[in-house]
């Protein structure tokens, strides 16, 4: 029996989906392969630069005579790096294969991973970071002294009354304590803020890439 005008239709959008869905696929596979590319170069990048800027910092720091806060930071930030490269390497072992969404999704598994991970770090970091810069001006030469004593000897002078702990005032050992615990406290959001600066057109193409896969699929 001859086939109806309305089979023949129906046959034809049939083989026209047939024909484009595998495109579809293919292109969604090529945007996700390209915005994660896109994002390991960026976090490359990245990692080079606070390399390059830890190692000047180290030679700035020694030139202007506060080498104990260039040696700090430099150290910490070196641990830094080391333990996102070990980050990356577990990035680089995601199998693109055929599923784009399957790819997305372990994808982002590993970003949420890796920002669990520096939000716990960045609570001892900027903390780190801050102490570095004490002791370092603390221990400054100033004409033979330490910068810091000089700086005790005049609060001496003019509160000769003020508690000493160590040599240092009290209320200074306060103040710093209450520094490092509101570091401490928003070191997490102060790297999610930093993240968002960096990464957050790469999330945001990411988060509709996913929304654009999962609307097809329903």
Known sequence: MEKSIENIWKEGFLKSDALIAPKINDLYSQKSIHIIDKFKKMFRINLIAIVFFSFLFLLISYF?????????????????????????????????GENSYQYLKEFNRWIKNQVAV??????????IIFMS???GFWFKDAKGIPLGERLVTKILISFPDTYLIFGIPLIGIVIVFLILGILAFFGGRIYQWDLNIVYGRVFKKLEELMTDIENLNE
């Not at 520096?118 to 903390?127: A, E, G, W």
Request: charged fraction near 15%.
């Open 133 to 135: 810069f004490i002791l």
């Open 118 to 127: 520096n939000k716990r770090i960045s609570t001892f970091l900027y903390p």
């Open 64 to 96: 202007i005579g506060i080498p104990i806060m260039g040696i700090i930071f430099f150290v910490t930030l070196l641990v830094l790096v080391f333990i996102n490269k070990g980050l990356l390497k577990d990035l680089e072992t995601i199998d693109k």
